[in-house]
Nanobody, 119 residues
Framework: QVQLVESGGGLVQAGGSLRLSCAAS??????MAWYRQAPGKQRELVAA???????NYADSVKGRFTISRDTAKNTVYLQMNSLKPEDTAVYYC???????????????WGQGTQVTVSS
């Protein structure tokens, strides 16, 4: 079974920074992404990165957040700077497709990590 282990969430003041990490078990991962879900809102895409390094961001985080990955380690990172209270949410790691053994797993999710930004 594929596991995505997230870390790095926490409480930070507005204007501060946090770095999230997500390590995926398995050997080959395709697109990796971060989503977030605030209370009472739908889960939304924050940022995504393909295996070749192409990225895309939600408009609300452009210029503040940076997604990166270590392809060899199947690990994705989210550097979050200039955090705002509206960034408060549970952040989830997602992998589109990942090979584990001889089987491809699709749409895999982490357990989520809480990010709270105080004003």
């Amino acid at each position: 079974q594929v596991q995505l282990v997230e870390s790095g969430g926490g409480l930070v003041q507005a204007g501060g920074s946090l770095r999230l990490s997500c390590a995926a078990s398995g050997s080959i991962a395709s697109t990796m992404a971060w989503y977030r879900q605030a209370p009472g809102k739908q889960r939304e895409l924050v940022a995504a990165i393909t295996r070749t390094g192409s990225t895309n961001y939600a408009d609300s985080v452009k210029g503040r957040f940076t997604i990166s990955r270590d392809t060899a380690k199947n690990t994705v990172y989210l550097q979050m700077n200039s955090l705002k209270p509206e960034d408060t949410a549970v952040y989830y790691c997602n992998v589109d497709r990942i090979l584990m053994g001889y089987r491809w797993y699709t749409d895999c999710w982490g357990q989520g990590t809480q990010v709270t930004v105080s004003s």
